[in-house]
């Protein structure tokens, strides 16, 4: 089993900037790839961003591209998000995510955090 933690929600006004972090702890090379998923009140839950456990492979939702980037500290079983220039349509619950391979997280999953971006 892979326990995920997410902190680093929280409120931030268009145009600012939010760090996300995820902690893994328990069976981690289980959790080869990491990742962040993201579902606002009313929709599905939707992918935003993913990386392999060497960081070699990154990938991200089209409309992130160029404003977030995802990255791991494997020495500290550490996934991070760094989210500029948000907008409010970034609002949503984010979700920490693991698995074998960048397309298929979703073995475990994290509580999630609160990310709001006022207008």
């Known amino acids: 089993q892979v326990q995920l933690v997410e902190s680093g929600g929280g409120l931030v006004q268009a145009g600012g900037s939010l760090r996300l972090s995820c902690a893994a702890s328990?069976?981690?090379?289980?959790?080869?790839?990491m990742g962040w998923f993201r579902q606002a009140p009313g929709k599905e839950r939707e992918f935003v961003a993913a990386?392999?456990?060497?960081?070699?492979?990154?990938r991200y939702k089209d409309s992130v591209k160029g404003r977030f980037t995802i990255s791991r500290d494997n020495a500290k079983n550490t996934v991070y998000l760094q989210m500029n220039s948000l907008k409010p349509e970034d609002t949503a619950v984010y979700y920490c995510?693991?698995?074998?391979?960048?397309?298929?997280?979703?073995?475990?999953w994290g509580q999630g955090t609160q990310v709001t971006v006022s207008s």
């Open positions: 995510a693991a698995g074998g391979q960048v397309t298929t997280l979703g073995d475990y």
């Open positions: 328990g069976r981690t090379s289980s959790s080869a790839a």
């Open positions: 990386i392999s456990w060497a960081g070699g492979i990154r």
